[in-house]
């Protein structure tokens, strides 16, 4: 298999603010700083989505159903979303390479973007993925973002869930690591 970053058959949409170049991925949806039309098809086999990022594949998925799906640290709802958000800023931190710097520009309309997508009813969509079709990857001490509640309760429902020791919400080589046993 091509490596994981390079493949075609691979996409990979970041969560909020963020962009797929910092972590390698040569076929990414930025949807934070471009007009992307999330109603067309993505093309692939899989699909990677980190924070709220997982909502915007979610959408995508209940449309076209088309694709294998890996939800990393999924950010659902947006109950308490600034405290949440403020506390992993001040706890975990974000990378802040040069790159991320011309996000700031897109903060206002990333903003709105991101409060149409929690309208999106992600758990009835997860509610009728097969369950081979889909993994949440969960890093432990991801103490703020990822919806815990949520994603134990559909692990209950037999959905894969992988909690990876060392990883908090940012993309890391231990979440890598994991990514790369599901593919």
């Known amino acids: 298999m091509e490596k994981l970053k390079e493949n075609k058959r691979i996409f990979y949409i970041p969560g909020w603010m963020d962009i797929g170049e910092i972590y390698g991925f040569k076929n990414n949806l930025d949807i934070w700083d471009n007009e992307i039309n999330l109603d067309e098809r993505i093309d692939a086999d899989t699909v990677i989505a980190h924070s709220l990022g997982s909502v915007a594949l979610l959408y995508n998925w209940n449309i076209y159903r088309n694709f294998r799906i890996i939800l990393i640290n ?15 800023i001040i706890f975990e ?4 390479p040069v790159k991320r710097i011309k996000l700031m520009l ?24 097969p369950h081979d079709k ?23 429902k037999g959905v894969d869930v992988v909690r990876v020791k060392n990883a908090g919400h940012n993309y890391n080589s231990n979440i890598e690591d994991e990514i790369m046993k599901i593919l």
């Open 134 to 156: 889909i993994t949440i990857i969960m890093g432990e001490k991801d103490r703020y973002l990822c919806d815990k509640r949520i994603v134990n309760s559909l692990e209950k």
């Open 106 to 129: 897109f903060a206002v309309p990333a903003f709105y973007k991101a409060m149409k997508l929690f309208s999106i009813p992600v758990v009835d969509i997860i509610n009728i993925v």
């Open 93 to 96: 931190g974000v990378r802040s």
């Open 74 to 88: 999924p950010v659902f709802v947006k109950d308490n979303i600034f405290i949440r958000w403020s506390k992993y």
